[in-house]
Nanobody
Framework: QVQLVESGGGLAQPGGSLRLSCVAL????????IGWFRQAPGKEREGVSC????????SYVDSVKGRFTMSRDSVKRTVYLQMNSLKVEDTAVYYC??????????????????????WGEGTLVTVSS
């Protein structure tokens, strides 16, 4: 069975850190661009970061640049999102997704989730004092 499973969410204080994990079950991450997305209550889903499989290049939404770092461990079939200097506005359900439709590079429309056809169920991140 093909699945993406996220973990690592929880409660953090402003300025704190969390590391999210996304493990691929039933398929390898080596061939697909992988994205992290988030959806806050009452808001639309937002693309956070995307890592290309071919060159490991990572793109970030401006609001997380310098604070979040996405990485990939092919052996563990896992991608990570290290989140530092967390802000209240980072509160959201975070999802990972795989682009098995368009190839190994993050598409120009990755932030819209374009091409992302395999999604996890999400993990909740709450940033609050």
């Amino acid at each position: 069975q093909v699945q993406l499973v996220e973990s690592g969410g929880g409660l953090a204080q402003p300025g704190g850190s969390l590391r999210l994990s996304c493990v691929a079950l039933g398929f390898t991450l080596d061939y697909y661009a992988i994205g992290w997305f988030r959806q806050a209550p009452g808001k639309e889903r937002e693309g956070v970061s995307c890592i290309s499989a071919n060159d490991g290049n990572v793109s970030y939404v401006d609001s997380v640049k310098g604070r979040f770092t996405m990485s990939r461990d092919s052996v563990k079939r896992t991608v990570y999102l290290q989140m530092n200097s967390l802000k209240v506005e980072d509160t959201a359900v975070y999802y990972c997704a795989a682009d098995r439709l368009l190839g190994s590079s993050c598409s120009l429309r990755w932030r819209e989730g374009f091409g992302m056809d395999q999604w996890g169920e999400g993990t909740l991140v709450t940033v609050s004092s």
